[in-house]
């Protein structure tokens, strides 16, 4: 049988290619830059919440935040090695990121003003995460979608303490719920933008959806983060910062206004408020970690000609 139509077999019979299986050119690169920009998203995205980690309100909130953060280090370790599963390089994935010639999530390009920015992030932008990678955990490449299954309960963790710091806002002071309200307003329409564009203008969702990539198109899982998202805004007693957002008895889904693609295709061109920031961190981060990767690798070597 013919590689392209055992490959091909595997797909429509649901099966996972594995790293040794053929499988075409294509589908392998567009999984190391699909893989490749979630792993970049989960490191660049410890940013605007490290930025907190000094000035959360309390010793609790402090060490849940770190864990929080540590755990989007391990999100970008399993990614990274389901990528060079694939071929890809590790050092070069950095470099290209560090040069601007490889994406990671639009919304880590906005910045955390207030405290309550953090809990917007736990809740909105984690829980927006969520509803995209539970349909990934369904991916036809195995070793991105085994690192899917943890990664989805950790960042069900981070969703519901993100929801429970937003809890304690909107019940607490006038002040409080202020703040509440305006990381909402801030952060809802950078989540929904964090789907991708339209379907219709969406380049790759097709051949990503043909190969069992992608299970579900941008726009379906954005309606998906809206239904399940409205009611938790309301029970918060806080209102969506969206004034043709309605409920449609017919369809059963919400309506909601439309998104601003000039702002999301701006950020994704290197133009967000922190795009800047961001990059210039993780370059420092990555030329300061030089001697310590130098030295494990210096080490492992060692130990493997002694043995
Ligand atoms: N931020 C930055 N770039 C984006 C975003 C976004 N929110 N959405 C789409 N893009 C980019 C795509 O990467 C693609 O760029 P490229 O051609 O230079 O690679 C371009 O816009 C066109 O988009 P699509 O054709 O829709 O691309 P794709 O089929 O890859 O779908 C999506 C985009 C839905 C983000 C998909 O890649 C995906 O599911 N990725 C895995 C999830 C992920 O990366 N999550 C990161 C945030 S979650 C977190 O870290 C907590």
Redesign the pocket.
């Known amino acids: 049988m013919e590689q392209q139509q055992r490959f091909d077999q595997t797909i429509a019979a649901e099966s996972s290619v594995e790293p040794r299986d053929w499988m075409p050119e294509a589908y392998r690169r567009?999984l190391i830059?699909?893989?490749g920009?979630?792993a970049h998203?989960?490191v660049v995205?410890m940013l605007p919440e490290g930025n907190w980690i000094t000035r959360a309100p309390t010793l609790r909130r402090k060490a849940v935040l770190l864990a929080k953060v540590q755990d989007?280090a391990g999100?970008a370790l399993y990614l990274y090695s389901a990528a060079e599963t694939l071929g890809a390089d590790r050092d070069d994935m950095m470099d290209k990121l560090i040069a601007g010639k490889?994406?990671?999530?639009?919304?880590?390009n906005y910045p955390t003003l207030t405290w309550a920015d953090v809990a917007a992030i736990g809740w909105l932008?984690?829980g927006?995460?969520i509803v995209?990678?539970v349909?990934?955990c369904r991916a036809s490449y195995g070793p991105y979608a085994r690192a899917m299954v943890r990664v989805c309960k950790e960042?069900s963790f981070h969703q519901r303490q993100g929801y429970e710091a937003m809890t304690v806002l909107a019940n607490g002071t006038e002040e409080q719920k202020q703040m509440a309200q305006d990381a909402v307003n801030r952060f809802w329409w950078p989540a929904l933008?964090?789907?991708?564009?339209c379907d219709d203008?969406?380049?790759?969702?097709a051949q990503?959806m043909a190969w069992h990539?992608?299970r579900f198109s941008?726009d379906e899982?954005r309606q998906k983060f809206v239904d399940n998202t409205v009611h938790q805004v309301h029970a918060l007693g806080l209102t969506v910062p969206d004034p043709d957002l309605k409920w449609n008895e017919e369809t059963g889904h919400y309506e909601f206004g439309d998104i601003n693609w000039d702002e999301?295709y701006a950020?994704?061109a290197g133009q967000g408020p922190c795009n800047h920031e961001r990059i210039e961190a993780r370059r420092k981060a990555w030329e300061g970690g030089r001697w310590v990767r130098d030295a494990a690798s210096a080490y492992a070597a060692r130990k493997q000609n002694a043995a």
């Open positions: 567009t830059r699909q893989i920009q979630h998203s989960e995205g989007e999100h490889m994406k990671y999530s639009s919304i880590f932008v984690d927006a995460a995209n990678q349909a990934l960042e933008m964090m789907f991708g564009p203008d969406s380049p790759h969702s990503s990539i992608k941008n899982l999301f950020v994704i």
